[in-house]
């Protein structure tokens, strides 16, 4: 049977583009950022973007093209139908299938998440959650802590100051004159004042009191507001994945909703949703940047970009940006080379290449500006985990007029973008089955869609050890193992002139083609073989 070609340019570049622009961009990368200080970590990740990531991406994608076959395939063509080369197709297959198990679960979440905001769930706290939420212990607890903190930071009363320095007098049984007492008072800031009740055991009688008179004030509603929704939305979210039922049926649904997209080929199935869903995705990104933009926080998020905090890049933010670029440009694993093994003979590699490289980068950079500024505002850190698009975003998107429209937005814009990736880790094992086990592609798209489904449900049921798990063995050790060994082939088996002739058809200039060469040869090995030696490090030590 002849092999599909993409119709024209535009949807390779439509289709790789949706594969690389994923949950990676959307979440991964704004809170690595964060977390390494912003600045100069974007300019590290950056580097290794254009160092690492563009020559692999013309590996992959040239692999593709100029063997037609899925990776498997591509290997045994170049290297011999028993070259051992062949297993490192097969571990891409494996982390493609792995990675699509546990992507579907998230991006099931999505799908949730846009039903609840339709139906309007984090408008506010209906009555009874609150009512259960203040009856808690532990909220109790919260909110008597808060009322002292936020008292003794405004200006006390002289009968309050009195209260607390006669009180004082007696926790130092008179050891202390007065006078002394009300300079340590004085210069004691807050902390110092908390942990010194606390020492004493008065702590609580103060909570009580400066609680009961927060009681009286008329702003109490929108302080109990602040404190109650955040612990309202993180309930909404464990709620929700406690309903291990419901989880699975979204994992399902999204399982499906790529099964009925690959199952009618590149042509009719692939490329005819790329062209409708990529510019959609754009449009989203746009709107939600702008948006984020027009709060009075977007020069602190355009600074913490620029320049940020230096000291936080430490020598392991250099591995961590490395293994990001190798993750959110679907790097390693064949995806590439799925999607290149559609090319026509005439397409332009190196140009395809820069493309997607760059439609990433964009995507990635947007969305930094689309969460810090909100993140900033409300004075909240990202780096928790996945959760954050689940549980701190939502609620801050709903403070905007229209806000409840723009979660909708938020909710789609995460499930285009895992979508248009998942059809793509799809591909790959169908490409696989078919191209080498002759099977149908109704029969390949079929077994795929559920034993990939029945992989993920462990996934679905253990967020915190199973999904967290294949994550990081899939895509901190397979993909720059992976990546690792498709340099070693291309740099030492079969030579980068194999490649070569991309760069001198299209009138690239020379040393461009010398820099991917350095690149396959010497760095990208090396570096990738760091990436994966520190995650077994970091599992043993
Ligand atoms: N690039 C995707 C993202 O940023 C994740 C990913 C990694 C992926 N490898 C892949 C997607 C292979 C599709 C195919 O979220």
Same mark, same amino acid.
């Given at each position: 049977m002849r092999r599909e070609h993409w119709s024209g340019k535009l949807a390779f570049i439509l289709a790789a583009s949706g594969s690389a622009i994923g949950l990676g961009n959307l979440w991964k990368f704004p809170y690595i950022t964060y977390d390494n200080g912003g600045g100069l970590f974007i300019l590290v990740y950056l580097t290794c973007i254009v160092l690492i990531g563009f020559p692999m991406m013309i590996s992959e994608i040239g692999l593709g093209k100029l063997s037609e076959r899925n990776p498997v395939g591509a290997f045994a063509k170049f290297a011999g139908?028993? &070259? &051992?080369y062949r297993y490192v197709g097969a571990l891409g297959v494996i982390s493609a299938f792995l990675i699509l198990s546990y992507y579907s679960v998230v991006a099931g979440w999505s799908l949730e998440y846009c039903l609840k905001a339709l139906v309007g769930e984090f408008r506010a706290i209906p009555y009874e959650v609150k009512k259960e939420l203040l009856e808690r212990e532990a909220t109790q607890v919260q909110l008597r802590k808060q009322a002292l903190k936020e008292f003794l930071g405004r200006q006390l009363t002289d009968e309050e100051r009195q209260r607390l320095m006669l009180d004082a007098r007696l926790i130092s049984e008179g050891s202390y004159p007065a006078q002394e007492i009300a300079n340590l008072f004085q210069r004691l800031n807050k902390e110092q004042l908390i942990s010194h009740l606390e020492k004493n055991k008065r702590a609580l009688y103060w909570e009580n009191y400066f609680f009961a008179k927060m009681k009286e004030q008329k702003d109490y509603l929108s302080w109990e507001n602040k404190l109650l929704l955040p612990l309202y939305s993180t309930q909404l979210f464990e709620n929700f994945l406690g309903n291990k039922i419901r989880v699975i049926f979204w994992h399902l649904v999204f399982m499906a909703l790529t099964f009925l997209i690959i199952i009618r080929g590149i042509k009719g199935g692939i490329e005819r949703s790329v062209r409708v869903f990529m510019p959609l995705l754009f449009l989203l990104v746009l709107i939600l940047m702008v948006n984020s933009l027009m709060l009075d926080k977007e020069q602190e998020a355009v600074r913490f970009m620029l320049s940020g905090e230096p000291k936080k890049l430490k020598p392991n933010s250099i591995l961590e940006a490395l293994g990001h670029a190798f993750f959110t440009l679907s790097l390693g694993m064949g995806a590439m080379m799925t999607y290149g093994s559609y090319m026509s003979k005439s397409s332009d590699v190196i140009r395809d290449a820069i493309w997607v490289v760059v439609m990433d980068t964009l995507i990635a950079l947007m969305a930094c500006l689309m969460i810090f500024p909100i993140i900033f505002v409300y004075g909240m850190s990202p780096s928790q985990g996945i959760g954050i698009l689940f549980t701190t975003l939502p609620l801050e998107l709903q403070k905007f007029p229209l806000g409840g429209f723009l979660t909708l937005l938020f909710y789609l814009l995460v499930f285009i973008a895992a979508l248009t990736s998942s059809i793509s880790l799809m591909e790959v094992p169908v490409s696989y089955l078919v191209d080498e086990?002759?099977?149908s592609r109704a029969k390949a798209t079929s077994l795929v869609f559920f034993s990939a489904f029945l992989l993920g449900i462990p996934s679905a049921l253990s967020v915190d050890q199973f999904l967290t798990w294949a994550d990081r063995i899939a895509s901190n050790l397979f993909l720059p193992l992976g990546g690792f060994f498709i340099t070693l082939f291309i740099g030492y088996r079969v030579q980068p002139e194999l490649l070569k002739a991309e760069f001198t058809a299209f009138h690239y200039p020379l040393w461009l083609f010398y820099f991917y060469k350095f690149s396959m040869r010497y760095l990208t090995p090396f570096l990738m073989l760091l990436v994966a030696g520190h995650l077994v490090y970091a599992l043993f030590y």
């Open positions: 139908a028993h &070259s &051992s086990w002759k099977y």
